[in-house]
Structure formats: structure tokens, C-alpha cells
């Protein structure tokens, strides 16, 4: 977001009642965020008593909790079910009568519009695109939607830049948001203390000059960007590859997957009510009993509804494949020819209040996959550039096995504490080549590297003696999608060193424990003394993993397991609840485990690997890692099955 | 010139509780201009004055569960021009038709003091499998703005606008927080009819789908998810209420009886619970 210091105003949270009258005068009502029935939903607002203050929401698909939060923050709660159509084009309104005058005559009139004044306050980026959208489909064409129009045109729109996002976010990949750029009125920033605001119209610039705050500081202007940034960060732009959906998905009106969704799908239409944009309905007619007064009404209707499509002689979308495929192909392609936009916003609510919790990001990767996977791009990397190093110190070595030790590095710059687990940094010492490895551990001051003597820059590195200064570049790459895992059971299948890349997930799962299904850590070792992190293992089972382990060849201590780590998951039935799995080791134990796992149930667009190749640039310019479409640094090194395809495993590429 | 003819209505029962019924008196901001319009010539619950036909519209609610009703229906569709049942009863065979998995002999015995007075069919069964049904009102007990919707088109001579759709939508219309995203409530509302109004979400209750099953409903689409991603219990006894018999349920009832104890079994451990 973009706001010049000297145009911003500062409001500290207790005086937000100020804003609240300003935006009452002259009769408006103010709608916003308010908590009911376990969700925040749009309802008055008088004071800010009545926005959800101190909340927080957790969404994933098919799921909707609020939880609190921490502090006071008013607008901590991302999207509810509802969106801002319930305002701008409610569910049920009268809009013409037909009445008989007797004597055959008859008189039809339209019911004109009477839209209530009404300020929106907490409308977000995504929102504020759906509008934009709504407005072309309603008033941009020949025929206008005179009561939306009113509606519109009779409302201020109070924006509020997202500080925070849930799982289902993904403005990101559709393009609109988290920035609030245009739009509003007023656009509001939360910080700790208040609020930035900045207007964006005349009629916001006359309510900003009669806030009773100050004018922004710089360091308050930095703060709210910052803020919003990180949320950017903190949602990635890898869950839809929106550039030429429209063509791929069109390609793909005869896929088997129609039919597979179909059988989840229960057409129950909750996602074209949530939808910001869907714009489907129905005229019902109320009559008196004689038929004399009749009032069309016009309320909302959705293409998943089986008579959308009927006709006296039948129904043109008869199958629920049907009528799903009209809905993701209308949205996501269509949209673009009628509309010259797509017809999805990112909000995410189809994906949160779908009953059964289908996600169309998995729909569309599965149903018209890019030809190659967006690469993330990670969280502000340190120096990122070829050539450019951030200056670590080597602070402890403690040794793992015979030839594998793990360093723990302070970096200077804190980017690089700031990775996704899965992430790999490039590792340089002066005069030797730079390789890639992966986090082990992201600590508060530290980067935990577990790094085993291979060659001679990895054995250097090694013998380092403390205080020595490395030079890092990172985290880089795809890690590990955890958000993929909330609500179920996870599967770790590691094998030998395979564990490190591994450990900051593990990390990252025990910080939220409550929020995944039952874990599986599946363990294997070429023998017991070749196993990382032996004490931690034992401390994992304690709080909540599974911890089964296994070795190739036993020693004289061994009591546990001898063989290979499928048989520790080839009795197992993944298929009764939902689960995701990430595997990690040398690439014939990948195989060979992903097998498995897929024979077990688990679908695989949710079974991850993390794959090793030659690199040396590390972020997609030098071309040593490449396999068939995929840069491994840039595009992976972690990917899904299913994005895979054929070329996992295949030898030779 | 006479005023012309009003068209006769009559509302009889078969087996059921008169609840649906009742919904006509119920409309009480429109019952005299109903009475204005139409004929209530045979109405046991609000008039004592009798008529056995013949009937422009006849409201029939309850399930065929006798001997009796199984022929009387017969001679009721001969005498009613338009046959309208009301309620889950009369549409989906009502609770009663649980019974239709039971031993009824073994059932009868054992709430029944004198089991031999009783006679009744072994099934209760909806009145559509007995004679042809112009017009289905759905619920447990029937919503009066559809009956007033139903009356109100048969006097226009339009089809009765009666949506086939899920009751999410109509939740989701009204602004309600679904109760199954948001609590984990086990709700039946995305396979159900609506035309309830939304009435059990608006209460944070799942819907238990007493207006059976909708068009085309994915009822093994919502049992998978209950059971496997929301770790719900004994998900097919969900159907097996109101409208357990509608096909689209009648499935997951067959499964939900099977596992349960046979009457007699239960009988006996309540009397030693008591003792």
C-alpha cells in the first residue's frame, strides 16, 4: 500500500467512536463486522463496542471458528460468511407489481429504489474488487440494475487493508489484495495503538480532515505497509495460477475430475450465496388470493440449483457435474468473456462454507494445472541476488552421526530466521563453491543447519572453527504447505538425512498441535547410529507424535524395527480420514513411500516430496536443477504428486 | 346470475397427529378471506358440518398405516378432482414408517397392552405409492405460506411455487451462520428441502430434514463427510426420522435400524433399569 505521510491521519483505537459519528451524520447507518452466532457477520454499528474487538478467525475448508485473539484489535477477524452484497444486492427484494384492473386491463409498474444511506465499514481489498466486479456486471452494460445502482451510489465505502489472513485467503493469486488501491472512501490500517487512514475519494478527503487525530508519523505510515506486506507474505501467491486459467480450464470441459467432484459436491449452492460476485436469481411472484395484486420478487438463486437450467421439456443441466462445471468454468473462465475480468476474487469463502469443504484451488490445480507450478516466491529473502550474501556467525556445532553435524548460525539479517519449513538457504565460503541446504530449524536468533560432510565445501563448513562468518542467501524455494494439514491427519515419512528439511515442520505442527489430526512420524535409517536428532524423537512421541522408527541393519543396542520405512506404513488405512503426507529422503525411498501411501488412501495432490538436484543459483537462473518443466529451486523442491506427474521418478531427466 | 361456485375443499386424515392440518387455522391473517374464496366442506377439526365429496381440492395428511386407510384413500382420490397431501406423513410415510423395518408383530407387543386390538398394516407408507398425488406439501408440520402459496395458485391458475431446493440456500438468504461450519453441528439442510424457512439453523440446530430429502440430494456426499471429516457418530440414524422412508433416505434408515436393538431386548433392560 501507497500512502504518503502527509495525506494520512492517525486515530488512536479509543477514540474510533469519533470516526463512527462522523460516518453516522445526517442519518447514515453504519454496517460492519459483528459477532453472532459464532461468526462475524455485517450488522449496525453504533459504537465499537459492536465490532469484534480482541476476536480472531481460524477458516479452513468446510470450517469456521473464531478464537481469541491477542490484544484489542477490532479488526482481527478476516472475512464471515457474509459478503457485502447482502447490501448492495440483497437476497430478496420486491421489484415490480402486475396488478388486473378488471375488465381484461392491466397495470405493471416497477417498484422504484429506496436504498438506505449506509457506510460499509471493514470492506478488505478482496471486497472492494468484488464490488468493482458487481458494478460491471449490473450498471456496465446496456441494462442497468437500477436498485443496485441506488444502493451503491448511496453508500461510503470505509476499507480496512488487511493486517492479518486465514488459510483460505488468496487475493493474492486473483489480483486483488491485500492492498487496498482504489475503491474507497477511507482506507483504515490497524496498528497496535489505532489506526492509519487515508482517504480515497473527495468524500473520504472531507471526513480526514475532520478526524480528530493527528497527522501520521512516517514510522506509523511504515508500520501499516509493513503490516500489510507481511500479510501478503504470510498468504503466498501459489494457490491459483490465475495466468491462462481461462484457456486451460476451457481445454478441460471433458476431465474425469467433473465427475469425481460431482460425488463430494451436494449442490447445495452455499458458494454462490457466499460468493461476492455471483449474481444469479430467480423471480418468485407473491399474489393476493385472487391474483389481483402480484408482486415479483427477485431473490437469489445459483446455478447448482437443479431447475436453474430446467425447460418444459427437460433440464439442460441435469447432472451435478453439470452444474458444477458451469459454476467453476463461469467463475474462473467465462467470467473473462462476458466481463472482461475473472469472476473470483480470492475471498475464500466458497472454500470455508462449502458444508463438505471443497477447496477450488485444489479443483483448479487438479482440473487445469499450469503447465508449470507458480514458483513462491519466499518471504523477503536476504540477499537474494546471485553474488550477494548475508553474513552469518557461526555460533555451536553439535555433532548428529559420524559424518553429519548441525550448525547454528546467527544471521545479520533476520529474513533469514523468517523461512517457510521445507526452505533451503546457499551456503558460501570464500574461495569454494556454494551448495544448497536445506533449514533444519528456524530459531529465534538462530538458523539451525544440519549438514553432512559430502564434499569439500560441506566438509569445510564443517570444520569451521566458532565465530566464523558464512555467507547465506534465503530461505529460498517452495517449502512445505502445513496450511494443508490443518483439520487432518499428517504423515512424515523421512529417510536418513531427509529428516532435517523435515524438523522445522515437525516445529511448526507441535506450535499449533490442536489444530491437526492425528501425526505420523515414519523413520527410517540406514542404521540406528544414522539417525538425526535421537533425543528430540523421544521428546516428539511425548507431546502428541507418533514416533515409529526403523533401521536397515540393527546394532547391538537396537531393540526397534529392522527393515525399510514402508513396511512401517504398509498396513495402514490413510483413506478413513483425511491426510496429508511429506516425504523426504533419497529420491528410490520417495518412490517407493509415496506408493504407499497413495495405495493407502491419501490423494496425490496432498502427498508432498521434497526433491534433490544439482544447484547452484538457487532461485531459477543458472539452469543446473532443472527436470522436465520444473526449475527444482525455483518451483520446488517441494511439490505435490500430482504437479509432478510422470516426471517424478522417471531416470534420466 | 348465481355467484358462481366456490370451490369445494376438504382436509382428511389418515394416520398422523393432525398437525399439518391445524396449519390452515394457523393462517389467521388470511382465514377469512380463504373462507370468502373457498368452500371448507369437510374440515373435522374446525367444523363439525361433514361432507364426503366431491372436493375441488382435498388436503390429505398421515401415511397409509391401516387396513382401513389403505381403501379409503381409494374412494377419497375417486371423489377429490386435485389430491394434495400435507406433511411428512402423507408424503414420506412420517415416523411411524420406521416401523417398515421392524417385525410389527414384535413391536406391537411390546407397546401395546393388548397387542390383538390393533390392526394395522405392516408398513406406513406415503399416500403417492396408493393413488396419484397431483401436489406434495413437505414438512413436519407443513409451512403455511406454502399451503397459502398452493391455494393462492390454484385460484391464479398458475403451478404453486414450491422450491426443490437445499434449505442452505434460504439460510443463507436470511443471513444465518451455518451451523455445521461454524459449530460442527451435524445438519441435514444441504440434502433437504427448503420451504421451512430455515427454522432449526435460526435456532443453532441441524437440520433434521423433516421436509425430506431435495431434488437430487448427495446424501452419501454429506454421510462420508460427517462420519469421516467431522468424526460424527451413527450418521445414517440422522435420516432415519420424519422422512426416513423418502428414497433418498430410505438407504441410510435401512442401515441405521439394522444396527439397532431389537424392541424386545430393550424392553427388558428398561424394566431392569426401573427395578
Not at chain 1, 497 to 524: H, Q
Not at chain 2, 128 to 133: G, I, K
Request: glycine share 10%; proline share 7%; aromatic share 6%.
Amino acid at each position: 500500500m501507497v500512502i504518503a505521510a502527509a495525506e494520512a491521519t492517525f486515530l488512536p483505537r479509543e477514540r474510533f467512536d469519533a470516526l463512527l459519528d462522523l460516518l453516522r451524520e445526517g442519518g447514515r447507518t453504519v454496517i460492519g463486522p459483528t459477532v453472532r452466532d459464532g461468526a462475524v457477520v455485517l450488522g449496525e454499528i453504533t459504537t465499537a463496542q459492536d465490532l469484534p474487538g480482541g476476536w480472531q478467525d481460524e477458516q479452513g475448508p468446510g470450517r469456521y471458528r473464531l478464537t481469541p485473539g491477542h490484544g484489542p484489535r477490532l479488526f482481527d477477524v478476516v472475512n464471515g460468511p457474509q459478503s457485502w452484497k447482502q447490501h448492495t444486492f440483497p437476497p430478496r427484494i420486491p421489484v415490480a407489481t402486475a396488478r388486473r384492473d378488471g375488465d381484461g386491463g392491466a397495470t405493471f409498474a416497477p417498484i422504484a429504489p429506496d436504498p438506505p444511506r449506509l457506510a460499509f465499514l471493514g470492506v478488505r481489498a478482496c471486497e472492494i474488487a468484488a464490488l468493482g466486479i458487481q458494478d460491471r456486471v449490473l450498471t456496465g452494460g446496456t441494462f442497468v440494475d437500477e436498485d443496485y445502482r441506488s444502493r451503491r451510489e448511496a453508500a461510503i465505502v470505509v476499507a480496512v487493508a488487511c493486517t492479518r489472513a486465514v488459510s483460505t485467503c488468496f487475493c493474492t493469486s486473483m489480483g486483488t489484495g491485500p492492498e487496498v488501491r482504489e475503491g474507497h472512501d477511507l482506507v483504515l490500517t490497524e496498528l497496535d495503538d489505532g489506526f492509519v487512514i487515508a482517504s480515497g475519494s473527495a468524500v473520504g478527503d472531507r471526513l480526514v480532515a475532520r478526524l480528530p487525530g493527528p497527522r501520521a508519523t512516517a514510522a506509523q505510515v511504515g508500520a501499516a505497509s509493513a503490516a500489510v506486506a507481511a500479510t501478503r507474505a504470510a498468504i503466498g501467491d501459489d494457490a491459483v495460477a490465475n495466468e491462462g486459467l481461462r484457456d486451460r480450464l476451457m481445454d478441460k470441459l471433458d476431465s474425469p475430475r467433473w465427475a469425481e467432484v460431482a460425488d463430494r459436491c451436494l449442490s447445495c449452492a452455499n458458494c454462490t450465496m457466499v460468493c461476492p460476485t455471483c449474481f444469479c436469481t430467480s423471480s418468485t411472484l407473491r399474489s393476493d388470493l385472487d391474483g389481483t395484486v402480484n408482486v415479483a420478487q427477485r431473490e437469489w438463486d445459483s446455478c447448482f440449483s437443479t431447475s436453474f437450467a430446467r425447460v418444459a421439456g427437460g433440464n439442460f443441466r441435469p447432472a451435478r457435474s453439470d452444474r458444477y462445471r458451469q459454476w467453476l468454468t463461469h467463475k474462473f473462465a467465462t467470467w473473462y468473456d462476458q466481463f472482461g475480468t475473472s469472476g473470483c476474487v480470492g475471498c475464500g469463502r466458497c472454500v470455508t462454507w462449502c458444508p463438505v469443504g471443497i477447496d477450488v484451488r485444489e479443483e483448479l490445480a487438479a482440473i487445469a494445472p499450469p503447465a508449470m507450478p507458480v514458483g513462491r516466491v519466499p518471504p523477503r529473502p536476504a540477499a537474494a541476488t546471485t553474488g550477494r550474501f548475508d553474513v552469518a556467525t557461526l555460533r555451536a556445532v553439535g555433532p548428529e552421526t559420524a559424518d553429519t553435524k548441525t550448525l547454528r548460525l546467527v544471521p545479520g539479517d533476520p529474513a533469514l530466521l523468517g523461512g517457510i519449513p521445507g526452505q533451503f538457504v546457499m551456503v558460501e565460503q570464500p574461495g569454494l563453491p556454494a551448495f544448497p541446504i536445506s533449514a533444519s530449524r528456524y530459531g529465534e536468533t538462530e538458523l539451525f543447519l544440519t549438514v553432512r560432510a559430502a564434499g569439500p565445501a560441506s566438509a569445510a563448513l564443517l570444520a569451521s572453527p566458532l565465530g566464523s562468518e558464512i555467507g547465506l542467501r534465503g530461505p529460498l524455494g517452495r517449502g512445505w504447505p502445513i496450511d494443508r494439514a490443518l483439520g487432518r491427519d499428517v504423515v512424515i515419512a523421512a529417510g536418513g538425512i531427509g529428516l532435517a528439511p523435515l524438523r522445522p515442520l515437525v516445529d511448526g505442527l507441535l506450535a499449533d498441535r490442536d489444530r491437526f489430526g492425528e501425526i505420523l512420524l515414519a523413520y527410517g535409517a540406514r542404521t540406528p547410529g544414522d539417525r538425526l536428532f535421537v533425543s528430540e524423537l523421544d521428546a516428539w512421541a511425548g507431546r502428541g507424535i507418533e514416533v515409529a522408527q526403523i533401521v536397515d541393519r540393527s546394532d547391538p543396542g537396537w531393540v526397534g524395527r529392522v527393515g525399510v520405512v514402508t513396511s512401517l506404513l504398509d498396513q495402514r488405512d490413510f483413506s478413513r480420514r483425511p491426510s496429508v503426507a511429506f516425504v523426504c529422503g533419497p529420491e528410490a525411498m520417495m518412490q517407493a513411500t509415496t506408493r504407499v501411501l497413495r495405495d493407502g488412501g491419501i490423494p496425490e495432490e496432498r502427498i508432498f516430496v521434497s526433491l534433490e538436484r544439482h544447484m547452484e543459483c538457487g532461485i531459477g537462473l543458472c539452469g543446473h536443477c532443472q527436470m522436465g518443466p520444473f526449475f527444482i529451486c525455483r518451483d520446488g523442491p517441494v511439490f505435490s504428486l500430482a504437479e509432478l506427474g510422470d516426471f517424478f521418478g522417471r531416470q534420466g531427466l | 346470475m348465481d355467484a358462481p361456485r366456490l370451490p369445494r375443499i376438504g382436509v382428511v386424515k389418515l394416520a398422523s397427529c393432525d398437525g399439518c392440518q391445524l396449519t390452515l387455522l394457523d393462517l389467521e391473517d388470511e382465514l377469512l378471506a380463504i373462507g370468502e374464496r373457498f368452500e371448507l366442506v369437510e374440515f373435522p377439526e374446525a367444523s363439525s358440518r361433514r361432507s364426503t365429496g366431491p372436493y375441488d381440492i382435498l388436503l390429505v395428511e398421515g401415511s397409509v398405516s391401516t387396513p382401513e386407510q389403505a381403501e379409503h384413500i381409494v374412494e377419497l382420490r375417486a371423489r377429490a378432482k386435485r389430491l394434495v397431501t400435507i406433511g411428512a406423513c402423507a408424503t414420506a410415510g412420517g415416523i411411524q414408517a420406521l416401523r417398515n423395518w421392524a417385525d410389527e408383530p414384535t413391536w406391537r407387543a411390546s407397546v401395546y397392552p393388548s397387542p390383538d386390538d390393533v390392526r394395522s398394516l405392516a408398513t406406513a407408507t406415503p399416500v403417492s405409492e396408493h393413488v396419484a398425488v397431483d401436489a406434495e406439501l413437505p414438512g413436519c408440520p407443513i409451512d403455511g405460506r406454502q399451503l397459502l402459496e398452493l391455494l393462492t395458485a390454484f385460484r391464479v391458475g398458475r403451478r404453486p411455487q414450491l422450491p426443490d431446493e437445499a434449505v442452505c440456500m434460504e439460510c443463507k438468504r436470511l443471513g444465518r451462520v451455518c451451523v455445521l461450519v461454524a459449530e460442527g453441528t451435524p445438519c441435514l439442510g444441504p440434502v433437504t428441502q427448503t420451504g421451512c424457512g430455515a427454522l432449526c439453523p435460526g435456532y443453532a440446530r441441524g437440520c433434521y430434514a423433516c421436509f425430506g430429502p431435495k431434488q437430487a440430494p448427495n446424501v452419501d456426499g454429506l454421510s462420508r463427510w460427517l462420519a469421516i471429516e467431522r468424526s460424527t457418530p451413527e450418521v445414517d440414524r440422522l435420516f432415519a426420522g420424519f422422512t426416513g422412508y423418502a428414497p433418498a433416505f430410505r438407504d441410510s434408515t435401512e442401515r441405521a435400524v439394522a444396527a439397532m436393538q431389537p424392541p424386545a431386548r430393550r424392553r427388558r433392560r428398561s424394566n431392569g433399569e426401573a427395578g
